[in-house]
């Protein structure tokens, strides 16, 4: 199977990949919020979508994410391998399906990240 093998500063970090995959994602991103003086924030995050659930239903995949700073080096490589690591998360694509394709502390980290800015908006003296 094809499979995306991502090393961070020259250690292995996940082999991500299915058999039935219709994404394969390893994307890097940063976000700035200069005018709170917060940290830049950068990442590497790891997804994708199967196909193997019945009727177009296809599953959201997450193998994981990693912060990254100045310097860091990340290398995807495009692998053909027998095996690969498996997700460490899987949801239903379907939206009639009300679970997000969140782990609990993905969703704790939004619920912070949105509370913090509606503070922000709404006591602007309180930080």
Do not use: C
Not at 29 to 44: C, K, N, Q, V
Not at 59 to 65: I, N, Y
Not at 75 to 104: K, L
């Amino acid at each position: 199977m094809i499979a995306l093998r991502i090393e961070i500063d020259d250690q292995p970090f996940v082999t991500a990949g299915v058999e039935d995959w219709v994404v394969l994602n390893a994307i890097v991103s940063g976000l700035r919020r200069a005018e709170r003086d917060e940290p830049d924030h950068l990442e590497i995050h790891i997804s994708g979508m199967a196909a193997n659930a019945p009727a177009d239903q296809g599953e959201h995949l997450r193998w994981g994410r990693q912060r990254l700073g100045i310097g860091s080096k990340v290398t995807v490589t495009v692998v053909e391998v027998d095996t690969a690591d498996p997700p460490t998360a899987r949801a239903p694509s379907d939206r009639a399906v009300t679970t997000p394709p969140f782990t609990p502390e993905e969703r704790r980290r939004l619920r912070w990240k949105s509370y913090i800015d509606l503070k922000a908006e709404f006591e602007p003296d309180a930080t």
